[in-house]
């Protein structure tokens, strides 16, 4: 009933369908500072191949922009709550033609309570970077599934 309606999933075929094996073609190129590195492992494990073995069809570039902001504050002008906010422009490049395929953002943001311990709010800050991570790889990850989606040959 789904097929005379046009849905299609979007992990059909599973591990041999087109957007799985798309997924398994790209290769991370490196990106700068702690919060790149974060962000690369995620993305790696998330478009890893079921054997982890693959020919980079893709490259993935990504530039990230993080930012935390200050939003309460008391009367002596300490700060009470935190948004870190987690941005990244990532370009999905054809290795065999250099063309780019893909070219759009991703992002997300947490809040982060400023206790009296600056150890307490390092360690929030730090946490909060590592959830931002993996959301920002998984959407990173489902635009290029649906790039790959749109663009495989018709069966």
């Not at 974060?38 to 990230?64: F, S």
């Not at 009296?116 to 790889?137: C, D, F, H, M, P």
């Not at 959407?139 to 790959?148: H, Q, T």
Request: glycine content about 12%; hydrophobic content about 45%; proline content about 3%.
């Amino acid at each position: 009933m789904l097929g005379g309606c046009g849905l299609r999933p979007l992990y059909g075929g599973g591990p041999q369908g087109a957007v799985r094996q798309t997924l398994a073609a790209v290769e991370v190129a490196p990106i700068a500072g702690q919060n790149g590195w974060l962000v690369a492992n995620a993305l790696r494990d998330r478009l890893a191949g079921a054997d982890g073995v693959g020919t980079a069809r893709y490259r993935l570039q990504v530039a990230l922009d993080d930012d935390i902001i200050g939003l309460g504050v008391r009367r002596n002008d300490t700060i009470t709550r935190e948004r870190r906010t987690l941005r990244a422009r990532y370009q999905l490049v054809d290795v065999a033609t250099g063309g780019v395929v893909l070219d759009a953002t991703a992002g997300s943001d947490a809040g982060i309570d400023v206790v009296s311990s600056e150890y307490a709010t390092i360690a929030a800050e730090q946490s909060a970077l590592e959830r931002l991570s993996g959301i920002v790889a998984d959407r990173i990850v489902a635009r290029i599934a649906l790039y790959a989606q749109r663009t495989r040959p018709t069966e």
